[in-house]
């Protein structure tokens, strides 16, 4: 008679929550509705703020630092909330972040809820202009990155490189296709793809409150979900 292999129950998969949503007045309540959806697409979501650490202690800072090491260390995959933060591009934390857990060979995904590409953002704060009729710089001089992208060209290849892929490899970037796919979903938030297939999901239009509109957000852990379900690569 022939052993039936007993099948291992399937661990969810673990999402670092990283963003600067751990500045906000209600960090801890936004945290919590972060995880409550992963939990209802079968994932477990890792917030920041689920590390308890003293604040009044010398070493606060490098307690942070640490458990938000090691939470990383125990995650499959990060969401990064890459919205503009405090000037034109994400913020500084989540960028070291989503570095890492690249460096780790982790899945790596973003949302941000300003569609706006990075040179026009940076155009809303800081004097720009055309030097000789070619390249922008601002005030100082200084190039200002130019390619079209949503934010910074390492940021946004990185997620080309170490993201699940949000459409089906077989449409073209803007083909006609994948134009009367968005149109037909209607869906509120967007793909931005270039060269390989950027996997930021923006919205189509900015949010009134962009710190509390978690639509993109769950785009993305929709896109996580299906990834650690074997329906997308």
Known sequence: MKK???????????IYLAGPDVFLPDAVEIGRRKAAICAR???I??????NAVDLT????SLAIFKGNEAMMDAADAIIANLTPFRGPSADAGTVYELGYMAGRGKLCFAYSNDPAIYAERVARSFEVTKFAGSHLIDGDGLTVEDFG????????H???????RAFSSEVE???????????????PFRFNRNGKGSRLVTPRLRPADIWHDLTSFEACVALAADRAAGTSS
């Open 45 to 50: 979501g890792l917030y920041p703020l689920d």
């Open 173 to 187: 970037t803007g083909s006609r296709q994948e134009n009367a796919s968005n149109r037909e979903s209607g869906a």
């Open 4 to 14: 039936t292999r007993e099948e291992k129950p399937v661990t969810p998969m673990k």
């Open 158 to 164: 990185t997620l080309d490189l170490h993201g699940g």
């Open 149 to 156: 992208l949503p934010d910074n060209l390492m940021m946004i």
């Open 57 to 60: 202690a010398p070493d606060a």
């Open 41 to 43: 697409h079968g994932l």
